[in-house]
């Protein structure tokens, strides 16, 4: 079997909303597929309503990717306070929209750009988040199981 990893790189962040006051904000984000393994980027700090990243985070898929057919990768966005963090916005990216996606490609590999929209905790829009998704596997191709949607 292959062992496939999926590579996300995190890249902006567009109209967030301030969180309070005038300061410019520090953002940082989360993503997990099993919440008992996050992963974050850096904070950037003073990014403000369009913080940029481009950090990448590895996410090892074992030897079956046909097992993860209702996996999603979930994504939170924070604001970093002297004090505490708030959340921004959150959003989804369901490992069948990848799959469509990487089944319009002949090489998996190849890198692929979405853009989410954030929701508050109260589900108001809340800007956008655009990442880069890869697929690699160690040898051979990395095939996703078949789409019923």
Same mark, same amino acid.
């Given at each position: 079997?292959v +062992?496939a990893?999926?590579h996300?790189m995190?890249?902006?962040?567009?109209d967030?909303?301030?969180?309070a *006051?005038?300061r @410019?904000m /520090?953002v940082? !984000?989360?993503l997990?597929i099993d919440?008992?393994m996050? %992963?974050? $980027?850096?904070?950037?700090h003073?990014g403000? +309503?369009y913080?940029?990243?481009n950090d990448v985070?590895?996410? =090892?898929?074992?030897?079956?990717? /046909?097992?993860f057919?209702? /996996?999603?990768?979930t994504? #939170?966005?924070?604001s #970093? *306070?002297? +004090? @505490?963090?708030?959340?921004? *916005? &959150? &959003?989804?990216?369901?490992?069948?929209e990848?799959?469509?996606i990487k089944?319009?490609?002949d090489?998996p590999?190849?890198?692929? !750009?979405? %853009?989410? %929209?954030l $929701? $508050?905790p109260?589900g #108001?829009?809340q800007?956008?988040?655009?990442?880069s998704? /890869?697929?690699?596997g =160690?040898s051979g191709p990395?095939?996703?199981?078949?789409?019923h949607?």
């Amino acid at each position: 079997m292959v +062992r496939a990893e999926m590579h996300v790189m995190v890249l902006t962040a567009e109209d967030l909303k301030r969180d309070a *006051g005038f300061r @410019k904000m /520090s953002v940082y !984000c989360v993503l997990w597929i099993d919440p008992a393994m996050k %992963q974050s $980027t850096r904070v950037h700090h003073k990014g403000g +309503r369009y913080p940029e990243w481009n950090d990448v985070l590895v996410f =090892n898929l074992g030897e079956d990717v /046909s097992l993860f057919p209702h /996996s999603v990768i979930t994504i #939170q966005v924070f604001s #970093q *306070g002297k +004090r @505490k963090q708030k959340l921004l *916005g &959150t &959003t989804f990216l369901p490992f069948a929209e990848i799959a469509r996606i990487k089944a319009m490609r002949d090489d998996p590999e190849e890198h692929d !750009c979405v %853009q989410l %929209q954030l $929701t $508050t905790p109260s589900g #108001q829009a809340q800007g956008y988040l655009s990442l880069s998704i /890869s697929l690699i596997g =160690n040898s051979g191709p990395i095939t996703f199981w078949p789409l019923h949607l």
